[in-house]
């Protein structure tokens, strides 16, 4: 029993197929394991990875992902309903207002739902696709436009039935910490319109 807790007091490193480990646990050779706990939300944990010699290390996941440099949708929102406020014509920049809101990643920014407004959390590509239906429109010329930082996008549409207008755009910019992002619609036409049924998608690249 001395004998047995001595050997166990001073081993350092144990091996596996190796009699001369490097490191607390060496293993040379193949590694199974038969079971292990899951989980939907990879925020919390890390990822395993090794390096050409075998050394295991712990990556946080969200950092393995952004490395990865794989586009992500983050943020949707929609407006499922007419808004009945009108809108004023004769150029007027009208925000488009949104109802629901889903911020899929929480770490890329934030949605200020008073004033319809995402503002970006960290530097790189974004694709924002929007489009937005207007009601009680004239024959006049109708645009949205999309605001990505300092850059700002005019996009037209098409006139549809019952004095109705659609519109859509999709734009990719470069932003960095804390641009912010949203969506208007003005016209030319004298009598005030409003705002139908909207989206607004946003993917986001790491760089």
């Known amino acids: 029993m001395l004998m047995l807790e001595t050997s166990i007091s001073f081993a350092q490193n144990t091996g596996i197929g190796t009699i001369s480990p490097t490191a607390k646990l060496d293993v040379n050779g193949d590694l199974r394991v ?20 075998g050394n295991v290390m712990n990556v946080k996941t969200t950092d393995f992902v952004d490395a990865l440099k794989i586009p992500t949708t983050i943020f ?3 407006q499922n309903t007419d808004v009945e406020t009108p809108l004023l ?19 890329a920014g934030t949605w200020n739902a008073t004033t319809n407004v995402f503002t970006v959390a960290k530097k790189g590509i974004y694709q924002i696709v929007a489009g937005c239906l ?9 645009v949205m436009h999309i605001i990505a930082g300092s ?3 005019t996009v037209g549409g098409i ?18 910490a804390n641009d912010t992002i949203y969506t208007y619609t ?14 607004l998608y946003i993917t986001f690249t790491p760089l």
Not at 101 to 106: A, E, G
Not at 159 to 176: I, R
Not at 186 to 199: D, E, L, M, R, V
């Open 34 to 53: 038969r079971s292990a706990s899951s989980t939907t939300d990879a925020t919390l944990y890390n990822t395993l990875l090794s390096d050409d010699s």
């Open 76 to 78: 949707n929102a929609q």
């Open 89 to 107: 014509g004769l150029n007027t920049f009208n925000k488009t207002v949104f109802g629901t809101v889903n911020l899929i990643k929480t770490t």
């Open 134 to 142: 207007l009601n009680e429109v004239e024959v006049a010329n109708y």
């Open 151 to 153: 850059s700002l996008l």
């Open 159 to 176: 006139a549809l039935t019952g004095n109705k207008y659609a519109t859509n755009g999709n734009y990719v910019m470069l932003l960095n």
């Open 186 to 199: 003005n016209t030319g036409a004298i009598t005030p319109y409003s705002q139908g049924k909207a989206f």
